[in-house]
């Protein structure tokens, strides 16, 4: 597939996989693309569902100029549906997957309604849910009947960063594609098209990203987002220097009052905490030529200072649990406070 999105770096073999079902029109049923957060999932998606109804010839497509992929850019593409979590329910619901009596979803763009549809402008419909494991047990199960009975002309598309939360039987019925982080020497070769951001720029904005080439790329495109994400790192080193001394620091340092918002916080949170422990670690096994936070070394120094290297392992470990945790419903302040503690419990500060 071309590079006609800027996320779309990396995850080669995955991408070259998908290139070959297109160029061999053998694409059939349901796909399920597994991977972290903010690798490029998406972006493929999207790419893959156009190139499944593009006009051009295989080796071509999606070529990005005829008028279905036209149409997939401006998001009119009437065989395109794109089905996500609405930004006010915690899951996605049964009317976005079949109509239902109460239903404010309309009714053509429910999956079940869809996929009756015969197409009306490219050769196929094209589904794509979006976290779906987020789909909510009635969700769940009235989708897997359209996964047991697919139409053969017909795709779906499903993405998801917690595997293990789609339920078994959806996961059972779906071709599974794997996406992993991105090298960062290869998220900052793509940042090489971003001609206005200077060499030690592109450098921060790779390293920054940790692997997430959406990252990256909202990075490189506002000023103020990397101004924040800098601030966000500078407090979460502050706040981990003082964490002995206030248990709750973290938690009331970053997580917003409105508990809803605090979910995306966590996250990003999570994320930013697993580069700040690798990178103490690197400093703590002699290595600190790895560190990836070069503009915070002092800070990082002055941290693993007080941090012996057997606990950091652990500590390591379990940072890389920390998404898991919300995705069984514990609260972010529960679990940046478990952190916290954690973290407090091995450090003797100075
Ligand atoms: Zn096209």
Not at 64 to 71: H, K, Q, Y
Not at 132 to 161: Q, V, W
Request: one cysteine or more.
């Amino acid at each position: 597939m071309h590079l006609i999105a800027p996320t779309l770096v990396g995850n080669e073999h995955a991408r070259q996989y998908l290139r070959l079902l297109i160029e061999r029109e053998t694409a059939r049923g349901s796909f399920l693309f597994v991977g972290p957060e903010g690798v490029g999932k998406r972006a493929v998606a999207r790419a893959f569902g156009r190139a499944l109804q593009c006009a051009a010839t295989p080796d071509r497509r999606p070529c990005g100029t005829c008028g279905l992929c036209r149409a997939w850019n401006h998001g009119t593409n009437p065989d395109a549906l794109i089905v996500r979590r609405a930004a006010d329910h915690a899951a996605i619901r049964l009317e976005q997957i079949r109509p239902t009596a109460n239903g404010t979803t309309p009714a053509q763009d429910t999956v079940h309604r869809r996929l009756q549809l015969r197409s009306v402008v490219g050769p196929r419909q094209v589904v794509i849910i979006e976290d779906a494991d987020r789909l909510n047990d009635a969700a769940a199960s009235a989708l897997l009947k359209t996964l047991e009975e697919p139409r053969g002309d017909t795709i779906l598309i499903l993405t998801t960063s917690a595997l293990d939360a789609v339920p078994r039987t959806v996961r059972s019925r779906c071709t599974l594609v794997y996406f992993h982080r991105v090298p960062t020497a290869v998220i900052r070769d793509a940042l090489r098209l971003e001609r206005r951001l200077t060499t030690p720029e592109r450098e921060l904005i790779a390293s920054l990203a940790d692997g997430r080439p959406d990252i990256a790329h909202d990075l490189a495109h506002s000023p103020e987002r990397l101004a924040g994400e800098l601030d966000a790192f500078a407090t979460l080193l502050r706040t981990l220097q003082g964490s002995t001394q206030r248990p709750f620091g973290l938690s009331e340092a970053v997580l917003p009052t409105d508990r809803k918002a605090s979910g995306p916080v966590a996250t990003a949170t999570f994320r930013r905490l697993a580069l700040i422990v690798h990178d103490v670690l690197m400093v703590t096994t002699g290595a600190p030529s790895l560190i990836r936070l070069k503009r915070f070394r002092v800070a990082l120094e002055r941290l693993a200072a007080g941090l012996p290297e057997q606990p950091l392992h652990q500590l390591a470990d379990f940072v890389s649990t920390l998404p898991a945790l919300l995705d069984q419903n514990v609260s972010p302040k529960n679990i940046l406070d478990r952190f916290t503690n954690q973290f407090a419990a091995h450090a003797h500060p100075r």
